[in-house]
């Protein structure tokens, strides 16, 4: 076996494994999964945001207070 084809070969076995890569990736049985771990990070946005209305209007209160 010379290093052409071992090249060959190799390059073959990348292909395979990228479309096995891509397969896994866009599979419409992980489709869910993959969503609700992209969103996870924003997650908690809506309680922060809450939090911070809620201090904004806070502190607009006690400015009306004085």
Do not use: Y
Not at 18 to 32: D, L, Q, T, Y
Not at 34 to 45: G, I, Q, S, T, V
């Amino acid at each position: 076996m010379d290093l052409i084809t071992l090249q060959g070969l190799s390059t073959i076995f990348v292909m395979i494994a990228f479309a096995g890569v891509c397969w896994w990736a866009f599979s419409p049985k992980r489709k869910k999964r993959f969503e609700e771990a992209a969103n996870l990070p924003f997650a908690d946005e809506p309680e922060s945001k809450n939090k911070q209305q809620k201090t904004e209007g806070e502190s607009h209160q006690s400015a009306e207070q004085k």
